[in-house]
Structures are given as C-alpha cells and as structure tokens.
C-alpha cells in the first residue's frame, strides 16, 4: 500500500511523506468515506488519486477537532461534468473551506488546488490557526497564507479578539479622532493599540515583524488592565518570564527564557517578587544569550546610578531596557532597585526588550511578515489568554472631580508654558474650589513671573494663601492620601517621572483587588487623545509608580479640601 501511495503522489507531482500512526484520526478520508461520489468512466483513476491526497493531508495535517471536518461534492455547472469536492471546516453554509479538488468522472482527470493551497495544508500550525482564531470572530482563508500581512488587518483581528473576550463590542462613542478611518482602526486606537497620530499616519506602509509583536504586546498590556483588571499586582520572577518569553514567541526571537534566566543561589526562584534589580539581572541574561558580546561590553558608558552598585541595573538603562529618574538639582540618578514591579510594568518593559533585541532586522530574513505569520502569533497570544484569572472583585472608584469645567493644560499659557505645571496646578485646584475663579496660568504666571523659571511649593502656597485656600501640607503617605480623597478632597502633588520635576492634581483612585489606581489631571497635554481631550486629562497612574514619583521630587504634598468638606 505505501508503495502504491508513494507512486501516485509522485505522478501527481506531491511529495511523499510517511503517514502517521494508526491512533492519529484521518480527518480527510473519514470525511470522504461519507460521500458518495458519482459514477463514471475515469472514476476508478479520479478515486485513486483523490484517496492519495487525502492520505496525504491526513499524515501532515493536525485537526484538534477531526469532527469539524465536512465534505461536500457538488455538480460545477458553469464547468460541464466537472464536479467540486471541497473539504470544509464546520459546514459548508458557514465554515471555512480548506482545499477544493475538481475532476471529470468520466475521463477521471483531476485538478488539484493551487501550490499556495498546498502549501497551508502542509503547515498544520497554520491550519490550527485558522481553526482556533474563529472562535475569536477571526475568519482567515487559506489563499491568504502567503501575502503581506498589513496593519490594518492585524489591528482588525487584535480588536476581534478583544470584542470576542469582552463578549461586547468596542464601543466608539465619544471618538472624534481620525473620523474617516475605518471603523476597526478606530477601535484599535480606543483600546489603546495605536496612538492618534499612529491613526492618522499612512496605513500602507508595510507593518514590519517588530511593529507586530509591539502590537500583538500591547493588546496583552490592554487585556490585562481593562479586562481581566490585573495590571497593579505585585509581579513576580514567573510573571516576567512568562511575558518575555511570550514576547520573543511572538517577535519570532529564538529565546528559552527559562533556561536563559535562571535564578541565583538562594533566591527564592520564580515565586520571587519581581524587584527592579531581579528583572535588570533576568533581562539582561536574556540579553546575552541572544548576544554574547554584551558581556564584554566596556561599563565606562553605563550610567552611574547613585542609588546601586548593581551592575546589571547600569547595563540594562545603558541598553534602554529600563529607566532611572534624575533627582533635581544635584543629578543624583535614583534607580530604585528595590520597589517591586507591577505586572503593567512588566508588560510595558517586554515591549522594550523587543525593540532592544529587534533594533536591526536578521540577515537574510524578510522583515515584513506573512499573514501566515502573523496568524500564528494571533494564534499563540489568544491561547496565551485562555486560561488567564480574571480579577473578581469590584471595582471601587472614587472621583472627586465637579460639574463645572476646571481642567487647564499649560500648553499655550503664554512664554513660559514649558515651566507652567504648577501655576496651571494652583489654577485647577482654584477653579475646583470656585466655578467663577478667574485664575488661569496666564494670570497666576504673571503675578509671580519669576523670570520664566519653574515655580517652587512656595509660590503655590502664595497663590492659595492669598485666596484664601485651606490647604494642609502632608508627609507622603498612601493610606493617608487614600483617605483624604475619600473625604473628598483633591490633592496638588509633586512629582518627577524621568528627568525633571512635576506638578499634578490628584482627584480620586480606582481599587481593583489589590491593585490601585490614582486619577490625575496632569497640566501636560501636548496633544488630545482619541476622544478628542488634552491626553493630561484623567490619567491613571498605578500608586506606586505615583509614589514613587512623587518621592523624587519632594516629601510633602497640597490637600485641600472644599469648605465644609475637611
């Protein structure tokens, strides 16, 4: 028998590949056993060459679910005699059609499907795919196998997937950027996938294997916040490494995370909490497995961070893998090797490394992915998400924010709007406290113009003692500050997020489980958002990166309270 199936693939032109195992299910010929095919003169030859094709798929092809694989034979009248035998997932009203065989019963001759069809029946990776990504309202059809996959239709099938995980679609109420996009496009940048401006760009450049692990990344990051609202936990070594090495599946970066990380003597090992300095040691092995030569590389052009010796910790902000905060006006450069990293934190550091480690493209690789491609990472971040906990406890939000508009960005607040925070922070807080205030930056700016600088806590305290504004100023303190916004008042911070210091009104906080979030209207906005806001307008920031800010700049903080509200 095998030498008779060898002989027919060879006439028709197919490769011959050793069938599986008897236990392994023969999806293709069970389906065609069910059919009757029509009778004729050639049809002994046409059933023969058609058996071996099907032996043929049932030893390369892996169906998961042999029973969603359907036949149908029916009379191609535009074509005479010929007859169509097509092999369908599910069925043939509203499935998926595989491959389609022609033939002519009476002369038994036989067309076969097209080279590209042969090719996607022999990748079974691609055809589980295909089978899976379904189920996530995804329809691929197997002509596609070997085109250009583009960002347009990777954005389509991230907001499928989302719209089939949330059970309800992306709603795009209240979008006004970028109005004559499609539809799904607008849904990708309402979730977050692309920026406005990404919105706006040309959509016919070619999307390039880093742009679609970027992208298939920060779906991730966007599950995991808004979905399943696990994005402020406590992170730990397993956490990470899952995520990293989900990123390199994705970016196609041959990388076993697992072996490459390995944690040190006496560590605690995976269930570890994932500090700044566990990760800077973890990532940076990852980094030298892909390049051995990191660790030779000369320490004179790391960064000399005053707050750790660790030398990974050097390498790894050097690389641009993680960031430091510069502490104004001494320039001590604070790392903070010891805070633990939320699982948010992690995600946004994975698509960090990918940028790192996909800087300049492989040699003798085509850089602009396959939609075979790029299904199979759709395929491997959805199962990814399958079993992910879905946080059930409800959400506590609490929002001290008024009826009246009292928002001001100190972006066009005159000469000195790149040093306006604070004075367009007193404003917020001014027209919080009284809908008729007339404060603006502007006005405040110009009664203590200091020259253009930077304003200090000083003039902040000026321009509310002399409005009269009670205002207590308090240690930093999470659970104090958890309580005063319970009280319902709002609180002026100070803050430095990279390289220079900040000014933001905190005005209410999110809990979800253990994670916490805290709402802030932050005078920086130099561009509006998807909905058409200043992006400075209601941030989130998870509370320990906020505190964490914060404690970089300065010890107190503004809490003020409406009268008859302290």
Not at 4 to 10: E, P, Q, R, S
Not at 105 to 130: F, H, I, N, Q, W
Not at 351 to 377: K, W
């Amino acid at each position: 028998m095998k030498k008779t199936l060898a002989l027919l693939l060879v006439l028709l032109g197919l490769p011959w590949q050793q069938p599986a195992a008897a236990t392994q299910a023969e999806p293709f010929s069970a389906a065609l056993a069910a059919v009757r095919l029509p009778e004729g003169k050639g049809m002994p030859e046409a059933r023969a060459q058609i058996e071996a094709w099907c032996l043929l798929a049932d030893s390369t092809i892996r169906i998961e679910e042999p029973e969603t694989i359907s036949v149908a034979c029916t009379l191609a009248e535009e074509e005479g005699a010929w007859y169509a035998l097509q092999w369908w997932i599910g069925r043939a009203a509203d499935g998926m059609c595989l491959a389609t065989l022609r033939f002519d019963p009476d002369s038994g001759e036989l067309r076969l499907p097209e080279e590209e069809t042969l090719a996607v029946l022999g990748d079974a990776a691609y055809l589980r795919a295909m089978v899976a990504l379904r189920a996530h309202g995804i329809a691929l059809e197997p002509g596609w196998y070997a085109q250009r996959a583009t960002q347009p239709l990777l954005l389509a099938w991230l907001v499928r997937a989302y719209e089939a995980l949330q059970g309800a679609e992306v709603s795009l109420e209240g979008v006004t950027a970028a109005s004559r996009a499609a539809p799904a496009m607008r849904k990708a940048a309402a979730l977050r996938l692309l920026s406005p401006e990404e919105l706006a760009a040309d959509a016919s450049v070619p999307l390039t294997r880093q742009d679609m692990a970027v992208a298939l990344l920060r779906w991730a990051e966007q599950a995991e916040a808004a979905h399943f609202r696990t994005a402020a936990l406590p992170a730990t070594v397993a956490d990470a490494q899952r995520a990293l090495q989900l990123a390199a599946d994705l970016a196609g970066i041959p990388l076993d995370v697992l072996a490459a990380w390995r944690p040190k003597s006496g560590e605690k090992g995976q269930a570890k909490p994932l500090t700044r300095a566990v990760y800077a040691r973890g990532v940076m092995a990852l980094l030298e497995r892909l390049d051995p030569k990191q660790k030779t590389v000369d320490a004179r052009w790391m960064p000399k961070l005053d707050d750790t010796e660790h030398r990974d910790a050097r390498r790894a902000c050097g690389q641009g893998l993680m960031t430091y905060v510069t502490l104004e006006p001494e320039g001590f450069l604070c790392f903070d090797p010891d805070r633990v990293m939320t699982r948010e934190a992690v995600w946004a550091h994975a698509i960090r490394f990918v940028r790192v480690a996909m800087a300049e493209p492989p040699e003798g690789r085509d850089d602009v992915p396959t939609i075979g491609d790029a299904a199979l990472r759709m395929h491997r971040l959805t199962r990814a998400f399958a079993e992910h906990p879905r946080l059930a406890e409800p959400v506590r939000v609490v929002d001290n924010g008024v009826s009246w508009p009292w928002y001001f960005a100190q972006e066009d607040s005159g000469a000195f709007s790149a040093n306006n925070c604070m004075p367009a922070a007193a404003a917020m807080v001014l027209r919080w406290l009284d809908p008729d205030s007339a404060a603006t930056p502007e006005s405040l700016r110009a009664a203590e113009p200091l020259d253009g600088n930077p304003w200090y806590p000083e003039q902040v305290s000026a321009a509310l003692d002399q409005r009269g504004v009670s205002y207590v100023l308090a240690d930093i303190d999470p659970d104090r500050m958890i309580d005063s916004l319970d009280a319902g008042h709002i609180l002026l911070v100070l803050l430095n997020e990279g390289s220079s210091g900040h000014c933001v009104v905190v005005k209410g906080y999110e809990r979800e489980g253990q994670g916490l979030w805290f709402r802030v209207y932050d005078p920086a906005s130099p561009a509006s958002d998807v909905y058409g806001r200043p992006v400075g307008q209601d941030r989130r920031i998870e509370a320990s990166q906020l505190i964490f800010a914060m404690e970089c700049h300065w010890w107190l903080l503004f809490d003020i309270a409406r009268e008859g509200n302290d």
